[in-house]
């Protein structure tokens, strides 16, 4: 079967796009969801390691590529309504 004429993404790519997810999450202000967003993003890195089909690892890329473009949204949005007060797992503790 022929391939979908999509090429599959280059290693440096994939790390490109995992570093610049974790990078957003950690622009989240929220300890939840920052949280959340990078542990989402290691499964999902983790997950599709093992993918050997061009067609699925195109498939994945883009789905990582569409996931960077909400985080990034979701960064600009959560910004604009942070919380006031910090997290208390955001708080050093003394010393």
Not at 5 to 24: D, F, I
Not at 25 to 36: F, G, S
Not at 59 to 76: H, I, N, P, T
Request: charged share 25%.
């Amino acid at each position: 079967m022929a391939a979908s004429g999509l090429a599959a993404p280059t290693r440096s790519e994939v790390l490109q796009l995992y570093r610049s997810l974790l990078r957003v999450a950690r622009q989240l202000c929220d300890y939840n969801i920052r949280e959340y967003t990078k542990r989402r993003t290691m499964d999902a890195f983790r997950d599709n390691k093992k993918l050997t089909d061009p067609c699925q690892l195109s498939a994945a890329f883009s789905d990582g590529k569409a996931q960077l473009e909400v985080a990034k949204r979701q960064a600009v949005v959560y910004s604009l309504y942070a919380p006031k007060v910090k997290s208390i797992m955001d708080v050093k503790p003394w010393n």
